[in-house]
């Protein structure tokens, strides 16, 4: 049994449920800032609030994981992103607390306090999230077993075309889960939102893709595709994934932008996932099977078999578990959120 | 250079981790409370049971959010500062943690959005399930991150292969290493006492302001009825682990010990201070020949001056945390069966001396779990994996200015985070549980059917406004 493409695997699909589920936490914590006022604002929350401490838990299971299935990856990645990932820990904090801290402070400043952190934590988690994406897949400096870089490799035009691709990504998420928790006057500010955000995010998304075929040579050949000529023999493997994506963005233009009466009210989110899948996909077509692009691959960082074996048990015993009662308790807060769902502790 | 980025990673990961363990030391023992509260309710269906579950389900939400939040940094801590640890312990500590992941943190997080929000949803009985999800999972989270912990303290089951990273050979010998059983229970326990001793004092404060009902009476008793219990219990805990530390780190021991000349007896030092340059521990006021009651067996106890200087643990720190940690344990003692006594006497309710000494003695539980775990993890220098891996040598390649940077931003966020928190759980916490919310009631606060309707309201009143 090949362990390390396994935990390659099961960590992919960790780290993509959670940019699904916190997505559309962090879209709707940045979303808030635009809240016509404080009723409105915690409506909106209370369309996350009882999911997203089990949403961040998978970053946890991301980082997690990463340290225990490829822990040389992990001794790599994290000193190479160290500021963005401080960064995004401090944003983390301030948003989590937010939750609560908002509905414990009447005084106007400390609630206005308060209610930046979540927005502004939101926005500066999403944006070092797309910075470290773009840090990722544009190479990082390795010397012998450790980081050899220096303290700001990962600020580029690059990984900032990829935070703005994370940013308005995310945006996307977090008003198409609002289309599917709210009503009226939040559910059409939602939509307004989302015909932005899909604008934007159609837009980067674009340019993330075209630089990354120019940013190594083996992503360039695995594509077949270079800025002068394309090779339709390799190509032709891979097209489904940005033919997929590109059908995805169509019907979701169609969905909010088009005939936004016609579409039910789970569906953009449910496409909206399906373009984060695709875009997610087309990436690990380009890395693969690098975890440490292009320095190192998944079976050069991966720990020992018996500790992948171990762990693979767990997973294979734990995560339908998880599965199973995650779904639960998406499905016992099925359905708009309403006046009064609000926990206000 | 180097050694700068060492310091200020040690001093971050201090910090971080010393923040993190006081809301998971909080929220072990109040998980239980709430468990045990909502089973009684729901066997007895007395109002009081409620009560209690609905007004400190609420300091619950403030202090799991916080743990939650300081503890996704630690599971990025080790790669970012300690990615060489990571890179050679990767092997044995990282399923640990990934089993605490997969058993114990979505468990809790996931049912905690059913505590919190699912009065509506859910039948009591249901929801009692959830409550004991959370609690079994922080249970959980205990016992690996305890067990990863212990095996940095005494590794066991391992070998390590030619490019120096450590691998396991037994994993039960992993898991269940040489001081995780003793450490395992020492925090567990440490944890219901250091809840106890807040819900004390949450109480004497009402007892002071003159907000005394029936709940602020069960409170009382059933943080006393605990101490008393649970105190006599950690002693023997705390002694089983030193035991344990003393035939696997007798280094760390003479350290807490502040002895230098190894001999067959010791005394026990009430007060001293270690100086590590002239190797002797100065005025200090000590019992001399206790050692046979510390340490069963007879055999020779070694004195610092054993152990080569560069392998010994900075003494002054591992002495004083010790002697911290044994203080505050004490005076948690005394509050427990003090409480007891005047609960017999039925004068817990009214306000006396005892009373005066419980509100601050509610922060003794958090000083006894920070000192205690300076003196286990300073007491483990200088090594991270014990005897096998040296600090200097697990330190990630990051330039000192980055180290500086974030230790800035931890210690500004934290503040500020820190301070809100204990403001907004004080002043639930202490609120008298007939006090109506002093804030101008904005909509109908009380949803149908719904007990945790009553739960809106403000924890600044309008007082504060003023």
Redo the contacts between chains.
């Keep these: 049994m090949d362990l390390p493409l396994i935990w390659a695997g099961l960590i992919a699909i960790a780290v993509m449920l959670y940019v699904l589920l916190d997505g559309f936490d962090l879209g709707v914590g940045m979303l808030c800032h635009f809240a016509d006022d404080e009723e409105e604002r915690s409506m909106m929350t209370a369309a996350i609030e009882p999911v997203w401490d089990g949403n961040e838990t998978w970053l946890v299971l991301g980082g997690g994981g990463l340290f225990a299935a490829f822990p040389l990856a992990y001794a790599i990645l994290m000193p190479a992103f160290y500021l963005p990932v401080i960064i995004m820990l401090a944003a983390l904090i301030f948003r989590g607390v937010a939750f609560e801290f908002r509905h414990k402070a009447v005084r106007k400043t400390t609630k206005r306090f308060w209610n930046g952190a979540f927005a502004g934590g939101s926005f500066a988690a999403a944006a070092m999230q797309g910075l470290i994406l773009g840090a990722f897949v544009q190479g990082v400096t390795v010397e012998g077993r450790a980081y050899g870089g220096g303290p700001f490799d990962w600020l580029t035009p690059f990984s900032v075309m990829t935070a703005l691709s994370v940013v308005t990504g995310y945006v996307l998420l977090g008003s198409s889960w609002l289309i599917l928790k709210t009503e009226g006057a939040t559910q059409e500010g939602a939509r307004k939102w989302a015909r932005r955000a899909l604008l934007g995010a159609t837009l980067a998304m674009a340019a993330v893709s075209l630089a990354t075929l120019s940013i190594d040579p083996r992503v360039t050949e695995r594509w077949g595709v270079s800025m002068t000529a394309i090779d339709f023999a390799k190509f032709i493997k891979v097209a489904p994934v940005p033919i997929v994506t590109a059908a995805l963005i169509a019907w979701l233009w169609r969905d909010i932008v088009m005939k936004p009466e016609k579409s039910p009210d789970w569906r953009p989110y449910l496409l909206s996932a399906g373009v984060f899948l695709t875009g997610y996909l087309g990436l690990a077509v380009s890395l693969f099977p690098y975890n440490v692009p292009f320095a190192k691959t998944i079976w050069e960082t991966a720990a020992r078999d018996n500790a992948l074996g171990l762990m693979l048990v767990g997973a294979a015993v734990m995560l339908p578990v998880i599965l199973i009662y995650t779904g639960y308790v998406y499905s016992l807060f099925w359905g708009k959120v309403k006046p009064g769902d609000g926990y206000h502790g | 250079m180097e050694l700068d980025a060492l310091i200020l990673s040690r001093l971050q990961f201090a910090f971080v981790v010393a923040f993190h363990i006081m809301f998971p030391a909080f929220t072990i023992g109040l998980a239980s409370f709430l468990a045990v509260c909502e089973a009684l309710w729901l066997k007895t269906k007395r109002d009081v049971f409620l009560k209690l579950y609905l007004h400190w ?2 300091i619950f ?2 202090a799991f ?2 743990g ?6 630690m ?2 801590q ?3 500062n300690w ?2 640890f ?2 050679k ?7 640990l ?7 114990a ?3 809790e ?6 505590m ?3 009065w ?3 039948g009591p009985r249901l929801h009692f399930i959830a409550t004991c999800a959370v609690a079994i999972g922080t249970t959980i989270s205990a016992f690996w991150i305890l067990s990863a912990n212990s095996w940095m303290q005494t590794p066991a089951g391992y070998a390590i292969d030619a490019e120096g990273k450590f ?2 050979t037994d ?1 039960l010998e992993v898991i269940f290493n040489p001081s995780f059983p003793s450490r395992f229970v020492h925090m567990m326990l440490a944890a219901y006492i250091t809840t106890a001793a807040v819900v004390m004092a949450a109480g004497a404060v009402q007892v002071l302001r003159d907000r005394v009902t029936q709940p602020t009476r069960y409170q009382m008793r059933m943080a006393a009825g605990t101490l008393a219990l649970l105190m006599p219990l950690q002693i023997w805990a705390g002694h089983w682990s030193g035991e344990v530390a003393h035939h696997h780190q007798p280094a760390k021991i003479a350290a807490m010990e502040g002895w230098w000349e190894t001999a067959d007896k010791q005394g026990t030092i009430l007060f001293g201070i270690p100086d590590e340059e002239a190797e002797t521990t100065r005025l200090k006021l000590e019992i001399p020949n206790t050692s046979d009651y510390l340490f069963a067996g007879g055999d020779e106890l070694r004195g610092l001056k054993d152990f080569p200087k560069e392998d010994r643990p900075p003494v002054f720190i591992t002495f004083w945390a010790f002697r911290i940690m044994v203080g505050a344990g004490l005076g948690l003692l005394a509050i427990g069966w003090w409480g007891l006594w005047l609960w017999r006497k039925d004068r817990i309710q009214s306000p006396g001396l005892f009373h005066w000494l419980a509100v601050p003695g509610g922060a003794l539980g958090f000083i006894a779990v920070i000192s205690g775990w300076v003196t286990a993890e300073v007491g483990r220098q200088p090594y991270t994996v014990y005897g096998a891996l040296r600090t200097e040598d697990s330190v ?4 000192v ?2 180290v500086g ?2 230790l800035l ?2 210690m500004i ?2 503040a500020i ?1 820190f301070t ?2 204990v403001v ?1 759980m004080g ?2 916490a202490t609120r008298g549980f007939d006090d109506q919310p002093a ?1 101008p009631p904005e ?2 606060r009380r ?1 149908p059917g ?1 007990p ?2 009553s ?7 309008a007082e ?2 003023a």
């Design positions: 389900v609420k939400a403030l959010a916080m939650v939040v300081s503890g996704v940094v599971s990025y080790f790669g970012t990615s060489v990571s890179d312990a990767g092997s044995v500590i990282g399923p943690l990934g089993y605490e992941v997969l058993t943190f979505f468990l997080a996931t049912f905690l959005g059913v919190l929000f699912g509506k949803r859910v691998y396991a994993w990630a390649p990051v330039v200015g980055q940077a974030s931003i931890f966020v934290y985070v809100a928190g907004y002043r639930i804030g909509k109908e949803a719904s945790l309707g739960v809106d309201e403000p924890a600044e009143t504060d406004e």
